[in-house]
T-cell receptor, first 115, second 116 residues
């Protein structure tokens, strides 16, 4: 079975600083892409960013960027200039190749941004 | 545009009762997913449909759970009979998928189910 590892159950960061959330996945298939989602305390799941497995460059979306290292099977989320509203749970989910978007989510990392 | 709509938002029921959760996906999306989230097990995929057809129901915990998608704009997840261990937040999500390309899933607000 596919295994997704988010090694940091909780992270703290000072407002305006950058923070990196780790995600590694265990699969022999190099075709996997990866999603990151955010879940604030209100409970909704919010799509943040996607990295295609064959994208030449790391994905970037505003203050979010991915440090995608396919050989290491890791796709760490970098949040620059943290804001108080970034406090939330963050989940990574590898995307299997071939469509039919069956996502298996990691256990998540709880990020707390301090003023 | 309206996002994924789920109802009810909260449901409290007694053990043994039937519970039906409802979902309306985003118009034009052809894949629909049901997830369950608990503290112990995290976010689990229960079942997903593509073009109203169930593709993978391997995550459905047991026969007490059933899901249907009678048309492109409506799906239900039914638990009969319900048990206290079914207490969780149930999310519905939709996306635009094919057997070649996949896109991000958009989640509904969830239904918080409490079985006493």
């Amino acid at each position: 079975a596919q295994k997704i590892t988010q090694t940091q159950p909780g992270m703290f960061v000072q407002e305006k600083e950058a923070v990196t959330l780790d995600c590694t996945y265990d699969t022999s298939d190099p075709s996997y892409g990866l999603f990151w989602y955010k879940q604030p305390s209100s409970g909704e799941m919010i799509f943040l960013i996607y990295q295609g497995s064959y994208d030449q460059q790391n994905a970037t979306e505003g203050r979010y960027s991915l440090n995608f290292q396919k050989a290491r099977k890791s796709a760490n989320l970098v949040i620059s200039a943290s804001q108080l509203g970034d406090s939330a749970m963050y989940f990574c989910a590898p995307l299997p190749p071939g469509g039919y978007n069956k996502l298996i989510f990691g256990a998540g990392t709880r990020l707390a941004v301090h003023p | 545009d309206a996002g994924v709509i789920q109802s009810p938002r909260h449901e409290v029921t007694e053990m043994g009762q039937e519970v039906t959760l409802r979902c309306k996906p985003i118009s034009g999306h052809n894949s629909l997913f049901w997830y369950r989230q608990t503290m112990m097990r995290g976010l689990e995929l229960l079942i997903y449909f593509n073009n109203n057809v169930p593709i993978d129901d391997s995550g459905m915990p047991e026969d007490r759970f059933s899901a249907k998608m009678p048309n492109a704009s409506f799906s239900t997840l039914k638990i009969q009979p319900s048990e206290p261990r079914d207490s969780a937040v149930y999310f519905c999500a939709s996306s635009l998928d094919s057997n070649v390309n996949s896109y991000e899933q958009y989640f509904g607000p969830g239904t918080r189910l409490t079985v006493t």
